[in-house]
């Protein structure tokens, strides 16, 4: 079960997450892209 009826879950706060993990996910991603040594957009060193 996802939800619990027991639990009041404030669905306010779910754009605020959202926003939380995609710019940590962003964040990583432009790192890694600028390390020394990329040579490609999906090169796997």
């Known amino acids: 079960m996802v939800r619990n ?3 009041d879950f404030n669905d306010g706060y779910l754009p605020i997450g ?3 993990w995609a710019l940590l ?3 990583y991603l ?3 892209a600028m390390q020394p ?3 490609g ?3 796997s060193e």
Request: avoid cysteine; glycine fraction near 12%; charge should be positive.
């Open 37 to 39: 040594g990329r040579t």
């Open 41 to 43: 957009r999906f090169s």
């Open 25 to 27: 996910a962003e964040t």
């Open 18 to 20: 959202t926003a939380y």
């Open 5 to 7: 009826s027991g639990h």
């Open 30 to 32: 432009v790192q890694r």
